[in-house]
């Protein structure tokens, strides 16, 4: 079952470019990414960073300014905006980690905010015009890249890379040790861990995984501007995580698909997508806490037992909520009130 | 000193004057945040939308009911506050049992909602809010003059800052409040009902907020975005200032204004960044903030 609904997405991710615009699903696959770095915060550690646009759009710059001005290859152009996301990611985590829950997202928010200013006005980043035409170049070389088919499979092979790196770092005693962090942190002290070193190691990884997103995403549209590392986008990555499911490794993937469907679909509207984002944040939070994959993960989720019982009883819904009270007598999940 | 920089002493009165209006709105929304957090333990993303929301029902009471300003200076805070109870008694309520970054979350949500309303009707451009006839003309200060209607906006916020930690430090009901902050089951057994507590406290915070739009109006331009930049900035001072401490937030409202103005004499390019620089470095130093305890 499992491996069938794997070889099935992979299926599907490779003829996707022939059945929808490659650059709206090399969008899809850059946001997937970002959404499952920022889930290595919140869905592992427990660290809700609401300044996470900072890393993916300093990198975005760095990779930009270095592909025009430096005249560097694609290779090395990704490489030098990761290291300066990990940087930026040194110096924010030095800071933020200092304080847990709340505190820790005004800060990341305060921090990237700041970042969003001095790119606002730094002379190399072009203010409100963004680095243009950013280059593609060729893969070792070898492989032309200005071929969005071409390239399409280059950004799928590397966000494959980036997922798979992060499942293993989730399920290795490090990853072990961020659950205990994110459910228990006094416990995880109390076993001789020194948890301020491990929120640290994440938050620079989950900046390194950003940057790798963000430099992505600017040699995709050929753009670098303002609106990578505005608190928007810090916004939306923590929808999609939450709309896919935060501490699920398919969850944000899953996400970063529906909320960029969502906006392409919406480009049209004005600002109603904002409108959108903003309802669909009150119904998570409200009712879907664990999001779409979570949810189907859960075996007690009660969104799906209601689900369950609506099909079984459609019409007869003092029956539905009968059954409802039945079940959660025994199971007893709290959470969706 | 100041001849080493080339400024004169009029251009910084003159910033520093800038610098404790801008003050005066930090600190009522500091204030707000600060009251909010203290009982509800909900860092309110909201804030920077009800604070547009207050400058705009402000504006529509004068363009569509011709209401003045005086007014509605009172009917705003009312108004606004009261759909802040709603959303407390019906949304943030349900959320006391859960981790607190769900209630940042669901204001985060709100503020996109409310934001996206205005913006879809109204667009990005601004309303202008004529200043009210008395307040008209300008002040000379011998080294400056100073518009009216500005040494108002000053005035009436410290008075309403300082009423309000007056309220909460010195009263009988403020004492009902600091003690529900520190422990809601005891205050609840000694008969004092501390939901109802708890929604007047988000009501009169949002009702802050509103009222700090509302004398924004005639000095900022009415729009749809004036939330959002001076939100982010406000929880900067929020955390400076000290999570939840009210005389924090007051004192740091208003210094970090003149701060933000003195760097706008002496390094410009700086003045946008400056707060979350101090930010920065206040938590390096004291984690806890300014005016904190420590967590």
């Known amino acids: 079952m499992r491996i069938l609904f794997f070889v099935s997405l992979a299926i599907f991710a490779l003829v996707a470019p022939f059945l929808f615009y490659p650059i709206f699903l090399m969008k899809i696959l850059c946001m997937a990414l970002f959404a499952s770095a920022f889930n290595l915060l919140l869905g592992y550690a427990g660290l809700l960073s609401f300044g996470h646009a900072a890393f993916f759009g300093t990198a975005g710059y760095v990779t930009a300014h270095a592909l025009t001005s430096w005249n560097v290859g694609f290779e090395l152009g990704l490489l030098v905006g990761i290291i300066s996301a990990v940087l930026l990611g040194l110096a924010f985590g030095l800071i933020a980690v200092r304080r847990m829950g709340i505190y820790f997202a005004m800060i990341t928010l305060a921090l990237a905010q700041m970042a969003y200013f001095i790119y606002l006005q730094a002379p190399f980043t072009g203010g409100e015009d963004g680095i243009q035409k950013v280059p593609r170049g060729e893969l070792m070389g070898l492989i032309d890249l200005s071929d969005n088919i071409n390239f399409y499979y280059v950004v799928l092979g590397i966000c494959v890379l980036g997922f798979l790196a992060m499942y293993r770092i989730v399920y290795s005693p490090f990853g072990q040790v961020l659950r205990s962090i994110g459910q228990n942190p006094d416990r995880a002290v109390s076993l001789g861990y020194n948890i301020a070193n491990y929120k640290l190691g994440v938050f620079v990884l989950s900046a390194a995984f950003s940057g790798l997103a963000g430099a992505l995403s600017v040699i995709v549209f050929g753009l670098a501007s303002l609106g990578g590392a505005s608190w928007h986008l810090s916004g939306e990555v923590i929808l999609m995580t939450l709309v896919g499911g935060a501490g699920t490794i398919l969850g944000p993937i899953v996400g970063a698909a529906i909320i960029v469907t969502l906006q392409s679909s919406l480009a049209e509207s004005g600002q109603w997508v904002m409108f959108v984002q903003g309802a669909i944040f009150v119904l998570i939070v409200m009712a879907f806490r664990k999001g779409i994959v979570g949810e189907s993960l859960d075996p007690h989720s009660n969104v799906r037992k209601a689900l369950k019982n609506i099909k079984r009883n459609p019409t007869d819904k003092k029956a539905v909520s009968a059954v409802e009270g039945a079940t959660t007598g025994t199971t007893a999940v709290g959470g969706d009130n | ?295």
């Not at chain 2, 504006?59 to 759909?83: E, K, S």
């Not at chain 2, 109204?122 to 209607?149: A, C, D, H, W």
């Not at chain 2, 009988?172 to 529900?180: E, Q």
Request: with cysteine.
């Open chain 2, 1 to 295: 000193m100041l001849d080493v920089f080339d400024v004169s002493i009029q251009m910084v009165m003159g910033q520093v004057a800038i610098g404790l209006i801008n003050g005066s709105f930090y600190a009522l929304l500091s204030l707000g945040l600060a009251i909010i957090f203290g009982l509800l333990n909900i860092v309110n993303f909201a804030h920077g939308a009800l604070y547009m929301l207050g400058a705009f029902v402000g504006w529509m009471l004068l363009h569509y009911l011709g209401i003045g300003y005086w007014l509605a200076l009172i009917l705003v805070p009312l108004l606004v506050g009261m759909l802040g109870i709603i959303m407390e008694r019906f949304l943030i309520r349900k959320l006391y049992d859960v981790d607190h970054i769900y209630g940042l979350l669901l204001t985060f949500g709100i503020a996109l909602m409310i934001q996206a309303l205005f913006l879809n009707i109204f667009g990005v451009s601004g309303q202008r809010y004529p200043v009210p006839e008395i307040l008209k003309g300008t002040l000379n200060l011998s080294f400056m003059y100073l518009p009216i209607y500005r040494g108002w906006v000053i005035v009436a916020s410290a008075i309403v800052c300082l009423s309000t930690w007056y309220l909460i430090e010195r009263t009988k009901l403020g004492s009902y409040l600091r003690a529900a902050t520190e422990n809601p089951e005891l205050v609840q057994a000694f008969g004092i009902r501390v939901p109802i507590l708890i929604t007047l406290t988000y009501g009169a915070g949002v009702a802050l907020a509103a009222f700090a739009g509302m004398m924004a109006a005639p000095v900022y331009q009415v729009s749809p975005v004036m939330g959002v930049d001076i939100v982010i900035i406000v929880f900067a001072i929020v955390v400076i200032g000290g999570m939840g401490s009210i005389s924090g937030a007051i004192v740091a409202g208003f210094g970090l204004g003149v701060v933000e103005g003195l760097t706008r004499v002496f390094y410009p390019e700086a003045s946008s960044v400056v707060i979350f620089v101090v930010m920065a470095i206040v938590l390096l130093v004291r984690p806890s903030g300014l005016f904190g305890k420590a967590a």
